[in-house]
């Protein structure tokens, strides 16, 4: 079983608060990899809560059904590449600035936001999303999330408020970036520079 460690063992330290986000997000990994392993149909809530060592009712607690289990996991997705905006110098082209981060990250500089398995595991649940209906709404929720905050990013480089309309427009379009056939981080990183290049 892949779930060996003890509720007790695993809240550490920290607020409750971030102690019920580890717990989640440690549900949510397990949930998509046996989404992805066995698909939607055939995965079940006893299932999950064997693979992450807890009861059913504490996964019942924390998730209103097996598909929003994957629901951190798929948020945690969108979090590198929200994080790598956010640091754009204004002073640099969109691919110098990636490069920079790609090359940081790739020799240790830096520490990625979110574990290249958990990128990952994001990656395959938005491709499951296109045939799982329950799936489709956590990944809208990552959207309008980032949609959100690309309107903050987009308009501060482009010196707009970010409730400008065509600020909002370049917004939802970069959220609607297709990722479904996308697990490579680096090339999903490349073509939404490129989409933001284009929208500006």
């Given at each position: ?53 807890l009861p059913t009712r504490t996964i019942r ?140």
């Amino acid at each position: 079983m892949r779930g060996a460690t003890t509720t007790k063992q695993r809240s550490g330290g920290g607020t409750s608060e971030q102690r019920r986000a580890r717990l989640r997000l440690e549900i949510s990994r397990e949930t998509a990899r046996l989404l992805w392993e066995q698909g939607v149909a055939a995965t079940g809530g006893d299932q999950i809560a064997e693979a992450v060592g807890l009861p059913t009712r504490t996964i019942r607690r924390h998730f209103r059904g097996k598909e929003s289990c994957a629901e951190p996991v798929i948020m945690q997705g969108v979090v590198t590449l929200l994080g790598v905006l956010r640091r754009w110098p204004r002073h640099s082209s969109r691919e110098d600035h990636l490069d920079a981060e790609l090359t940081a990250s790739r020799t240790g500089h830096a520490e990625p936001p979110v574990a290249p398995a958990d990128e990952q595991l994001a990656m395959r649940m938005i491709r499951l999303a296109d045939t799982a209906p329950a799936l489709r709404t956590a990944w809208l929720m990552a959207c309008d999330q980032v949609g959100h905050e690309l309107c903050a990013i987009i308009g501060a480089r482009l010196d707009r408020p970010p409730t400008d309309l065509g600020i909002r427009m370049y917004a939802a379009a970069l959220a609607g970036v297709d990722l479904s056939e996308s697990e490579d981080v680096t090339a999903l990183a490349r073509r939404c520079a490129h989409a933001i290049r284009t929208a500006t």
